[in-house]
């Protein structure tokens, strides 16, 4: 069975620009979560997909989005890219069942911005 | 609310001496726990999981913690390091069995395990 896949794995932005990763979950699984990755913050829970519904939200501003579509692909979006969103974005996937579900984690993609 | 705290930023032993990562835990709610592992450029991998069955949960590559509730903790050991155990392993935290949706992963800040020959 294929693991969790992101793309792209590395992305070059300035700042005040926008951009979407995309994170494609094992097959089968309903939930995909989002998380940055910095070395001062550590892992930061961003948000949860499930059925196409956001269902869980983390403490990041507004500028951060996501989506899920019908075959469970998740994206996310930055708008208006900041210096302090240079981070390594890891998606997760789960079968989203009642109660704690193991996440398989994607290798990421790393977001530099000048 | 919810929180953990890795008590120690940097570890390190000699390989083929015992392993201790230390971890600490506040939850409003039952818990379930977390060990997962990320070695350089690579992707996070479970170790093990507590979700309210056995206190002494067993993982892979000989890894294994023991929940204890009347001290919040749920430290990870191993009994002998090996040279490939060296990598960042981060303590989760989430709501356990019963206590609603479990989506949101909280990590600790992450304890860097270095194994010297």
């Known amino acids: 069975k294929a693991g969790v896949t992101q793309t792209p794995r590395y992305l070059i932005k300035t700042r005040g620009q926008q951009v979407t990763l995309s994170c494609s979950p094992i097959?089968?699984?309903?939930?995909v979560s989002w998380y940055q990755q910095t070395p001062g913050q550590g892992l930061q829970f961003l948000f949860e997909?499930?059925?196409?519904?956001?269902?869980n939200k983390g403490n990041f501003p507004g500028r951060f989005s996501g989506r899920q579509f019908s075959n469970s692909r998740s994206e996310m979006n930055v708008s208006t890219l900041e210096l302090g969103d240079s981070a390594l974005y890891l998606c997760?996937?789960?079968?989203?069942?009642?109660?704690?579900?193991?996440?398989?984690f994607g290798p990421g993609t790393r977001l530099t911005v000048l | 609310a919810q929180s953990v705290t890795q008590l120690d930023s940097h570890v390190s032993v000699s390989e083929g001496t015992p392993v201790l990562l230390r971890c600490n835990y506040s939850?409003?709610?039952?818990?379930?726990l977390f060990w997962y592992v990320q070695h350089p450029n690579k992707g996070l991998q479970l170790l093990l999981k507590?979700?309210?069955?056995?206190?002494l949960v067993k993982g892979i590559n000989g890894f294994e913690a023991e929940f204890k509730k009347s001290e919040t903790s749920f430290h990870l050991t191993k009994p002998s390091a090996h040279m490939s155990d060296a990598a960042e392993y981060f303590c989760?935290?989430?709501?356990?069995?019963?206590?609603?949706?479990?989506?949101?992963?909280?990590f600790g800040q992450g304890t860097t395990l270095q194994v010297k020959p």
């Open positions: 997760a996937s789960s079968l989203g069942l009642a109660g704690p579900n193991e996440q398989f």
């Open positions: 097959s089968g699984h309903r939930s």
């Open positions: 997909y499930f059925s196409e519904t956001q269902r």
């Open positions: 939850s409003s709610y039952s818990p379930s």
């Open positions: 507590y979700t309210s069955a056995a206190t």
């Open positions: 989760v935290v989430t709501r356990g069995v019963g206590s609603g949706n479990t989506g949101k992963l909280i």
